[in-house]
């Protein structure tokens, strides 16, 4: 069995954030974490786990990183094994890296098994309110926004300067996120590391900071707004006063009165981060980024129908969608999304059910895949593109589908107990391939040179679906050329005003 060890950093963390954000502890930031998460995602997964109880909301029991040792590595010496860290998603407001289908142990096991042996690291950071509350008010006070980037900042610091006391290799760590922690691993990228550099290789799992959203400081600024008015704070009071107030919140009160659709979420427009980046157009402006794998599932969306998509909306789903696109697409390309709508089948008198499954494909393609595909091709340096496809194979509303999360539920391998045979050979093949970049291998042909996708799945690949629209690696050529020609941001942006009322 790996040994399993809990690191608290509690010393690393204390530069972080103002003193007065903290409570009780000697150096460790207050750790609000939702209890609800786990069972959040194995509702995407459709298939639960035994869970451990949870970490105590404490100032010195919320800042950990967990790491998983193969037995061998510790029976030999001067052994350096590349290492594998791990952000947990959840939107930036729930998630803990203890959850047990985050418990690297199979998937370390199975990297010695296949000589190819890791260590694996899984971090934990501030978020919601703890992490990612933003104002002037804040900021007057000395308190910086993305205060949970700056844990993660300080979780990979620590892994480079002590993971070699624990056989690790110093100069092979590779940073692993699925959902917000994809997106986090590409903000991890921009932050001023004044040349330092945190992780030598980059793996994003169905996130990315295109696909999942960030703040302008005006939208952080409304979040703060709701985030007064729902614990009763006065927003006449003066900024002090207003800081003073949030610090005397219990984490209980926090959970219990504000909810999931207040916007706690990366700040961008900061002196952290640069401002919202255009899909057809970003590039991260230095080149020297490292290798990336990127990759999406073909339902991903349901985390948004998770996160209040479709919440308080009036009958009508699929007619009150197309004429918000239309609202926001320039009347050139009408007749072009209209095209585009047909083909995902969402027609103004469908019935709900049906739009709701064709709305959030619409935006797993867009959202997911194009943003996926859009990092692989345009990176600056070496890119390895892949697509999981698997279809759930447990009972729930999105059996024989790839919901979110679904993907996370092979890679660590801890459900193999449940799975046939095709379905451990997906998981085992995925998992092999991400140890293999780890320890700065190819795991398959690089995408820039060869255009190739990895497709995780039991059937062939490019398989079409009855109806014409799906392939085995992702929508049909032609929505992806109805992309090109109405253009991406235009659908972003028409996509991010439909959520927006949600």
Not at 76 to 94: D, Q, R, S, Y
Not at 139 to 161: C, E, S
Not at 268 to 293: G, I, K, Y
Not at 395 to 414: V, W
Request: glycine residues 6%.
């Amino acid at each position: 069995m790996p040994l399993y060890v809990t690191v608290l950093l509690v010393q690393s963390s204390k530069p972080i954030m103002d003193k007065r954000l903290m409570r009780q502890g000697e150096g460790c930031p207050t750790v609000v974490r939702p209890p609800l998460a786990c069972d959040i995602e194995f509702g995407l997964i459709q298939k639960a786990l035994d869970k451990p109880d949870d970490r105590p909301m404490s100032d010195i029991d919320g800042l950990t990183l967990d790491i998983t040792v193969p037995e061998a590595a510790l029976k030999e010496n001067n052994t350096k094994l590349p290492v594998l860290v791990f952000i947990h998603g959840g939107a930036f407001i729930i998630g803990d890296s203890g959850a047990p289908h985050y418990d690297m142990a199979a998937i370390v096991a199975y990297s010695q098994s296949i000589a190819k042996p890791i260590i694996g690291v899984a971090i934990n950071y501030r978020l919601g309110v703890a992490g990612f509350l933003d104002s002037s008010e804040l900021r007057a006070a000395g308190i910086p926004p993305n205060r949970g980037f700056l844990d993660q900042k300080t979780a990979f610091q620590w892994v480079r300067r002590n993971i070699g006391g624990f056989s690790g290799d110093p100069t092979r760590i590779t940073a692993i996120g699925q959902s917000a922690g994809g997106s986090s691993v590409m903000h991890l990228l921009d932050l001023d590391l004044q040349n330092e550099s945190l992780f030598d290789r980059a793996i994003c799992l169905s996130g990315n900071n295109l696909a999942v959203p960030s703040s302008p400081k005006h939208v952080a600024h409304e979040a703060y707004e709701a985030v007064l008015q729902r614990l009763g704070i006065n927003s006449t009071l003066s900024s002090e006063d207003q800081v003073t107030a949030l610090i005397a919140v219990s984490p209980e009160d926090i959970l219990s009165k504000i909810p999931m659709s207040v916007p706690l979420q990366p700040v961008v427009e900061t002196d952290q981060l640069p401002s919202f980046r255009s899909v057809e157009t970003h590039l991260p402006s230095a080149q020297n980024r490292p290798p990336l794998m990127i990759g999406s599932t073909d339902f991903d969306a349901v985390v948004f129908e998770v996160l209040g998509l479709f919440a308080g909306r009036d009958p009508g789903l699929a007619q009150s969608f197309a004429r918000s696109l239309i609202k926001a697409i320039p009347e050139e390309h009408h007749a072009k999304l209209e095209r585009l709508l047909s083909l995902y089948e969402i027609s103004e008198e469908q019935e709900d059910d049906k739009a709701r499954v064709k709305i959030l494909q619409f935006g797993t393609d867009l959202k997911y895949f194009a943003t996926s595909r859009h990092y692989a091709n345009l990176w600056p340096s070496r890119s390895w593109l892949y697509y999981f496809n698997e279809s759930n194979p447990w009972d729930g509303p999105h059996k024989g589908r790839s919901a979110h999360c679904l993907d996370i539920a092979y890679l660590f391998l801890n459900f193999n107990h449940v799975m046939n045979e095709s379905q451990k050979k997906t998981a085992t093949d995925f998992a092999r391939d991400v140890i293999s970049f780890t320890n700065m291998e190819e795991p398959w042909s690089e995408f820039h040179a060869s255009k190739d996708l990895r497709v995780y799945e039991t059937l062939a690949e490019n398989q079409e679906s009855a109806d014409g629209l799906r392939i085995a690696a992702g929508p049909s050529e032609e929505v992806q050329s109805l992309w090109s020609e109405i253009g991406l941001d235009n659908l972003a942006q028409a996509w991010g005003a439909y959520s927006a009322k949600s």
